[in-house]
């Protein structure tokens, strides 16, 4: 069984409930899910502008699908999620992917919190009145109310999670941070040359804190050329991350998209992932070739779900 540290499900759960659909979890996620062994997620809300709706949006829907899905558990503390897993039951950790619908201001990390969400990450791809993403075309670091947002976040026991902002925000972060940063969905930039991936030096940051990367299943973080975005080219992020930073710094944050739609409403037209990675139900073709590369069963078991559980039991509660 492993962790995914990344999942978009609750924009298709959105999605489809805005259009009158019910029960999305059971009839699209849950079969793919057991089928690659998942056993729990962080499922962000991905929000676009108009931000503040949409995020109303999203929440309203994932309560109406939470409230008809007695197959999942939310969690707000370890015991929590260990207690789900003991009783095989899928558990799911609220995340919030990119804060612009709460504008400047750091007292919206409250209403974040309250309806139950305990990660976060200040900006998806745009810059914000909090930081800019790593593709915002900004170098510009966190603002004052970032930062505010970031102490407020650890103070309460959140996940902090650095992929998507730049650099500057990054190194912002970490030179504030009091507990393990995660980057839930990102891989080796030493390996595929993209903003949304990290440096060695970045990796070493968050080797540095105690934190966990989360490897990514998109095919365009993987490899450049189409056909060597491959679930082998994955375990090579993976062999360049543990060989520079070791083997308890790795974990899973597929990101897998074959369902993501776009702000428009548009289904991908071409793959989101890799060969052999098509979808959740793939991954344990991803934890075969790991074999295959040489790791032993402990080390595997730290990178589907022992390295996150360890930062997770630091800092929710
Ligand atoms: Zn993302």
Redesign the pocket.
């Known amino acids: 069984m492993f962790f995914d540290a ?1 999942s ?1 499900i609750w924009s298709d759960v959105t999605n489809r409930r805005l259009r009158g659909e019910t029960d999305i979890l059971r009839r699209y996620h849950l079969p793919k899910l057991r089928k690659g062994g998942c056993e729990g997620s962080i499922f ?1 809300f ?1 929000t676009y502008a108009p931000y503040y709706r949409r995020t109303l949006d999203m929440m309203h829907c994932a309560d109406l699908e939470i409230a008809e899905c007695d197959e999942i558990c939310i969690v707000h503390t370890y015991e929590e999620l260990i207690s789900a897993k003991r009783n095989s039951v899928f558990y799911v950790i609220k995340g919030v ?1 990119g804060m612009a619908a709460i504008g400047d201001d750091p007292a919206g990390i409250d209403w974040y919190y309250d309806y139950g969400c305990r990660h976060g990450i200040l900006t ?1 791809n745009e810059e914000n009145a909090l930081a800019a993403g790593a593709v915002s075309g900004s170098s510009k670091g966190l603002t004052a109310a970032g930062k505010e947002v970031i102490r407020r976040m650890q103070q309460k026991g959140m996940v902090v999670d650095v ?2 902002l730049n650099e500057a925000g990054f190194y912002d972060i970490m030179d504030m941070t009091t507990a393990p940063v995660i980057a839930s ?1 990102s891989n080796a930039k030493a390996v595929c040359d993209v903003p949304r991936n990290l440096t060695d030096d970045q990796l070493r940051a968050i080797r540095d804190c105690g934190g966990v990367v989360g490897l990514n299943a998109f095919r365009k973080f993987v490899h450049p050329e189409d056909e060597l975005q491959t679930v082998q080219q994955l375990t090579r992020h993976a062999a360049h991350i543990i060989d520079l930073i070791g083997i308890d710094h790795v974990g899973c944050g597929f ?1 897998f998209c074959e369902f993501l739609e776009d702000e428009n409403g548009d289904l991908p037209t071409e793959r989101s992932n890799p060969y052999g990675l098509m979808d959740c139900s793939e991954v344990p073709n991803f934890f075969a070739c790991l074999r295959d590369m040489g790791l032993s069963d402990n080390e595997l078991d730290k990178i589907a779900y022992e390295n996150f559980h360890r930062v997770l039991k630091q800092i929710l509660r």
């Open positions: 990344h978009d962000a991905w992917e998806w992929s998507h969905h990101d």
